[in-house]
Nanobody
């Protein structure tokens, strides 16, 4: 199960940090993807980590967003700086998680709303 948090209302130029935690014992996070979906249902892959160290970002957020992970806490983060109104969307984490009982499975967080407005 994934718990996503960190969204909210922020002014343009501000920052937010989203987090997504995987619950359970003996959890290993393999791959991480952050998506966002705007009100008109356009979905965009914002950041992706293949699990072997390489992280890629959408051009629209490159240089402003940073993905990181804390394997000890089974938590991934999306640090968002210099936010713009066009970053307004619901953000979702998608993790491929391995546990001894389930093997590797994909999970989606419920989504957290980010609103950038003055």
């Amino acid at each position: 199960q994934l718990q996503a948090s960190g969204g909210g209302l922020v002014q343009p130029g501000g920052s937010l940090r989203l987090s997504c935690a995987a619950s359970g014992r003996n959890v290993r996070i393999n791959t991480v993807h952050w998506y966002r979906q705007t009100q008109d249902k356009q979905r965009e892959l914002v950041a992706a980590n293949s699990g072997i160290g390489r992280i890629s970002y959408a051009d629209s957020v490159l240089g402003r967003f940073t993905m990181s992970r804390d394997n000890a806490q089974n938590t991934v983060y999306l640090q968002m700086n210099s936010l713009k109104s066009e970053d307004t969307a619901r953000y979702f984490c998608n993790l491929n998680v391995w546990t001894p009982s389930t093997g590797s499975r994909d999970y989606w967080g419920l989504g957290t709303l980010v609103t950038v407005s003055s």
